[in-house]
């Protein structure tokens, strides 16, 4: 449980790192506010339709009678826009990561230059990044759509549909928000997305810390927005201690004691 605590951590200290630099912080407003422009419109677009959608693919529900027909639209209309809502906080950092490519990699390598050591470089060109950045992108996506039918599939089964499925929902939201964020360190430092997706296996729950925090504040309007920097500041801190965890320290020499029954020898008292 220490790790929850850790990854959250991490989330803090990315949004302190923004707020200590703050020109940075501008810096990386820019690309989220333009992909929150095209998903908001997106979101009111299915908010308006979705009860068409519904009614369209339910026309065995036609001839039902009151209440049973408004019953069942009525939770498919709710679900239907759930399920957008969980696309958009998954695929908003993916397209908000691609849209400023060269804006996060510069704000990530600020903040390795900063923290001190080695800064790497994927040695890449900028396009090859970007094809590269999109590519595993994709990848994510489409597990995240799998989990996401399974999830609307699972979430027709009375009480657990509506309790633990959505809990299980954030958990894979977050998981996978955490992933597309730490890519930007990581793949500077060469890191393909088999190697990346071990990596935070192995700390699942230092992962999950991170993640379903953002992932939740991610669904308040504009949040997201202004989080996004220190995001990938915090993503950034997470990846390095990843990476290359910080050392245990050193235990302290052992020394002789009073009373020990041994003591150093003296100079000619050997053997």
Do not use: N
Not at 58 to 87: H, I, K
Not at 104 to 113: H, P
Not at 216 to 232: C, D, I, R, S
Not at 241 to 248: E, F, K, R, Y
């Amino acid at each position: 449980m220490s790790d929850l605590g850790a990854g959250f951590g991490y989330l803090m200290k990315g949004q302190r790192w923004v707020a200590r630099h703050g020109r940075w912080f501008g810096f990386g407003l820019l690309p989220g506010l333009v992909t929150l422009v095209v998903y908001a419109g997106a979101l009111v677009g299915l908010g308006y339709g979705a009860d068409d959608l519904v009614g369209w693919a339910t026309p065995f529900a036609d001839d039902w009678s009151s209440p049973w027909q408004g019953l069942l639209r009525t939770g498919l209309t709710a679900l239907v826009f759930v399920f957008g809502l969980f696309l958009a906080v998954i695929t908003f950092t993916a397209m908000t990561l691609l849209v400023g490519q060269p804006f996060y990699e510069s704000l990530s390598e600020e903040v390795d230059r900063d923290e001190g050591g080695e800064v790497p470089e994927s040695g890449l060109s900028f396009w090859r990044d970007v094809w590269i950045s999109a590519r595993d992108s994709v990848r994510i996506l489409l597990r995240v759509a799998l989990y996401g039918i399974i999830l609307f599939a699972c979430g027709f089964i009375p009480v657990i549909g509506q309790t633990v499925v959505p809990a299980i929902g954030f958990c894979v939201s977050g998981y996978f928000l955490a992933e597309e964020l730490t890519a930007v360190a990581l793949q500077r430092r060469g890191m393909v997305l088999k190697d990346r997706l071990v990596l935070l296996r192995g700390r699942r729950m230092l992962v999950l810390g991170f993640g379903v925090p953002l992932t939740l504040a991610f669904l308040v309007p504009f949040v997201a927005v202004f989080l996004m920097p220190g995001a990938v500041a915090g993503a950034t801190l997470l990846a390095r201690d990843l990476v290359d965890p910080a050392p245990a320290p050193d235990p302290e020499p052992a020394t002789g004691t009073v009373g020990s029954g041994a003591a150093p020898a003296g100079p000619g008292q050997a053997g």
